[in-house]
């Protein structure tokens, strides 16, 4: 159960990194463009993760 710690620790630490790549990326892009992305590209990793066994291990 270390691991999971460390994980948090690490997704915390690197959120304020993300914060800042968002608020460049929407001062270059518009808003609208990235929303389609993300839409995009969670659609994608919905659909990979619903064919392999992921779903099954998570219930």
Known sequence: MEESGSVATLVQMTMPL?????GL???FFNIRIL??????LSAIILIALLR???HQTVK
């Not at 993300?18 to 968002?22: L, T």
């Not at 929303?35 to 995009?40: C, K």
Request: cysteine-free; proline content about 0%.
């Open 18 to 22: 993300g914060i800042i790549a968002g």
């Open 25 to 27: 990326w929407a001062e």
């Open 52 to 54: 392999t066994t992921f």
């Open 35 to 40: 929303f389609v992305i993300n839409i995009v």
